[in-house]
């Protein structure tokens, strides 16, 4: 039975952003370089959360962004000056990889225009944040590993609060985890304890397939911890996280020093302590321990065989992201049912909603498009990498429409489904819907989104009603299923 007319002032979670939309251009787009095209592996190191507050020195060199204007061929880490200059100038020497810093004062950011813009590199490093994120940059990290993106979180011991704001890299990253808009179920199947472990050799377990543990930089066998942490492992949250190394005495789900996992297309790395990483040279006044050479340790190999493994550079396990050639089965859409509200999408003003003048196919949100009876347009957009490796992507989503008009012939009304570039050009048209298709229920409709593989597009529903007599789009748990 066609809805009455719909109210402009009922209660929902939109957010009023028409005006930005109803003018052709998706405002979630993104100016990705599609990762599987680069070459060399590009890697962020960031530096914008106090990563070289008090005693810490956690940057490649001072020269930043670009270590390579210390020096531009590097042989010794102490031609680049910062205590992870060792990592850094042992990539650098393969001259398979692109190393930049986002300096201090800065801000993560996915999608954007800027050079240090996530979209623009393979794998982010955090290597012990000490500010938290904030939630535009959870989102921007969080989107970036869910489209193929390496991250790699570096923690330390509980406590280690080094600019005394009142949060630790612990409290940090699982804040990351916990508090964001894309996901905050537990995405990568493991949180961070608050321990402080003052000393052990964590050892690597058996397995000679694993690229992490058996990659081109070498075999590791023992990590090391000098003040540190752990992981608990919960599979049942995500069944790809697994732990390399552990705490003496522990395995199975406790005691991961550490750990990898796997969310959307993209890969993840957790290491429980940033002393394995500390090459023991830095800038004048602090504090250093050459973690990085330990003798009892491999750490240079398990933080560069990680890179490799993050980048994609290994073509093994894992996820599809940064250039690799693998594709995991993943479904790539953020708050795909809407029940988180606005959260991942972007859309006209009381589009998302839990109304009850229509019905959700399933949870108690869903979008609503158009059904107010006079001239009107709604949109509703989401930006996502489509993973180069993977050879088949479906977009997938249940739409009900119901109308006033009364005409069998012509479409009053009109709903497009279109793929857009980061320029808000259309690049196609997947399906228009209108009045005529005004039907009781819902209907999955079904589109693939194989030949924009490689690309980071935006999705984008585009409702536009006529002057009279209503017609309402309503869309709910969508999908893009990759594999």
Same mark, same amino acid.
């Given at each position: 039975?066609?809805?009455?007319?719909?109210?402009?002032?009922?209660?929902?979670?939109?957010?009023?952003?028409?005006?930005?939309?109803?003018?052709?251009?998706?405002?979630?787009?993104?100016?990705?370089?599609?990762?599987?095209?680069?070459?060399?592996?590009?890697?962020?190191?960031?530096?914008?959360?106090?990563?070289?507050?008090?005693?810490?020195?956690?940057?490649?060199?001072?020269?930043?962004?670009?270590?390579?204007?210390?020096?531009?061929?590097?042989?010794?880490?102490?031609?680049?000056? *910062?205590?992870?200059?060792?990592?850094?100038?042992?990539?650098?020497?393969?001259? $398979?990889?692109?190393?930049?810093?986002?300096?201090?004062?800065?801000?993560?950011?996915?999608?954007?225009?800027?050079?240090?813009?996530?979209?623009?590199?393979?794998?982010?490093?955090?290597?012990?944040?000490?500010?938290?994120?904030?939630?535009?940059?959870?989102?921007?990290?969080?989107?970036?590993?869910?489209?193929?993106?390496?991250?790699?979180?570096?923690?330390?011991?509980?406590?280690?609060?080094?600019?005394?704001?009142?949060?630790?890299?612990?409290?940090?990253?699982?804040?990351?985890?916990? $508090?964001?808009?894309?996901?905050?179920?537990?995405?990568?199947?493991?949180?961070?304890?608050?321990?402080?472990?003052?000393?052990?050799?964590?050892?690597?377990?058996?397995?000679?397939?694993?690229?992490?543990?058996?990659?081109?930089?070498?075999?590791?066998?023992?990590?090391?911890?000098?003040?540190?942490?752990?992981?608990?492992?919960?599979?049942?949250?995500?069944?790809?996280?697994?732990?390399?190394?552990?705490?003496? *005495?522990?395995?199975? $789900?406790?005691?991961?020093?550490?750990?990898?996992?796997?969310?959307g297309s993209g890969r993840v790395a957790f290491w429980g302590d940033s002393s394995p990483i500390d090459d023991g040279t830095g800038q004048s006044g602090n504090?250093?321990?050459?973690?990085?050479?330990?003798?009892?340790?491999?750490?240079?190999?398990?933080?560069?065989?990680?890179?490799?493994?993050?980048?994609?550079?290994?073509?093994?396990?894992?996820?599809?992201?940064?250039?690799?050639?693998?594709?995991?089965?993943?479904?790539?859409?953020?708050?795909?049912?809407?029940?988180?509200?606005? *959260?991942?999408?972007?859309?006209?003003?009381?589009?998302?909603?839990?109304?009850?003048?229509?019905?959700?196919?399933?949870?108690?949100?869903?979008?609503?498009?158009?059904?107010?009876?006079?001239?009107?347009?709604?949109?509703?957009?989401?930006?996502?990498?489509?993973?180069?490796?993977?050879?088949?992507?479906?977009?997938?989503?249940?739409?009900?429409?119901?109308?006033?008009?009364?005409?069998?012939?012509?479409?009053?009304?009109?709903?497009?489904?279109?793929?857009?570039?980061?320029?808000?050009?259309?690049?196609?048209?997947?399906?228009?819907?209108?009045?005529?298709?005004?039907?009781?229920?819902?209907?999955?409709?079904?589109?693939?989104?194989?030949?924009?593989?490689?690309?980071?597009?935006?999705?984008?529903?585009?409702?536009?009603?006529?002057?009279?007599?209503?017609?309402?789009?309503?869309?709910?748990?969508?999908?893009?299923?990759?594999?």
């Amino acid at each position: 039975m066609p809805q009455l007319p719909r109210s402009r002032h009922r209660l929902t979670t939109g957010l009023a952003v028409l005006g930005l939309l109803v003018t052709g251009a998706a405002v979630e787009t993104s100016t990705a370089i599609p990762a599987a095209a680069a070459t060399p592996h590009r890697i962020l190191f960031d530096n914008a959360h106090a990563e070289t507050a008090g005693n810490a020195d956690w940057i490649v060199s001072t020269s930043q962004p670009d270590p390579l204007g210390q020096d531009s061929s590097p042989s010794a880490e102490t031609d680049w000056t *910062g205590a992870l200059s060792s990592w850094g100038v042992a990539l650098q020497k393969t001259g $398979n990889y692109s190393l930049k810093t986002l300096p201090s004062g800065s801000s993560l950011t996915y999608g954007g225009s800027g050079a240090q813009d996530l979209a623009n590199f393979d794998t982010l490093v955090l290597p012990e944040p000490n500010t938290l994120f904030t939630t535009a940059e959870k989102t921007a990290i969080m989107n970036f590993v869910k489209n193929g993106g390496g991250l790699f979180m570096i923690s330390d011991h509980t406590g280690a609060d080094r600019n005394n704001d009142g949060e630790d890299a612990v409290e940090i990253l699982n804040d990351l985890m916990t $508090n964001n808009s894309v996901d905050s179920t537990d995405p990568f199947g493991f949180s961070i304890d608050s321990l402080s472990i003052s000393s052990d050799y964590p050892s690597a377990i058996s397995d000679s397939t694993n690229p992490v543990l058996h990659g081109s930089f070498g075999t590791v066998t023992k990590s090391l911890i000098a003040s540190g942490t752990t992981a608990t492992l919960k599979p049942a949250d995500n069944s790809s996280v697994k732990g390399l190394l552990y705490r003496t *005495g522990y395995s199975g $789900n406790t005691g991961a020093f550490f750990a990898t996992s796997t969310f959307g297309s993209g890969r993840v790395a957790f290491w429980g302590d940033s002393s394995p990483i500390d090459d023991g040279t830095g800038q004048s006044g602090n504090t250093l321990y050459d973690g990085w050479n330990d003798s009892g340790a491999t750490n240079a190999a398990l933080a560069l065989n990680a890179t490799e493994w993050l980048a994609g550079a290994s073509g093994s396990g894992g996820g599809g992201g940064g250039g690799g050639t693998t594709c995991t089965a993943a479904q790539l859409l953020g708050n795909n049912g809407f029940e988180s509200g606005n *959260g991942t999408w972007t859309a006209s003003s009381s589009v998302i909603t839990n109304s009850s003048s229509e019905s959700a196919r399933s949870g108690s949100y869903y979008a609503w498009l158009d059904g107010y009876g006079s001239a009107h347009t709604d949109t509703l957009a989401q930006s996502v990498t489509v993973p180069s490796a993977c050879t088949t992507a479906t977009l997938s989503f249940y739409l009900h429409v119901d109308t006033a008009e009364t005409s069998t012939s012509t479409a009053y009304d009109t709903l497009k489904v279109q793929v857009l570039n980061s320029s808000g050009t259309v690049l196609g048209t997947l399906a228009t819907y209108s009045n005529l298709n005004a039907a009781s229920g819902y209907t999955q409709r079904s589109f693939s989104l194989a030949s924009y593989a490689g690309q980071t597009v935006t999705l984008k529903f585009t409702g536009t009603e006529g002057s009279t007599l209503q017609t309402s789009f309503v869309i709910d748990d969508t999908a893009l299923n990759v594999s």
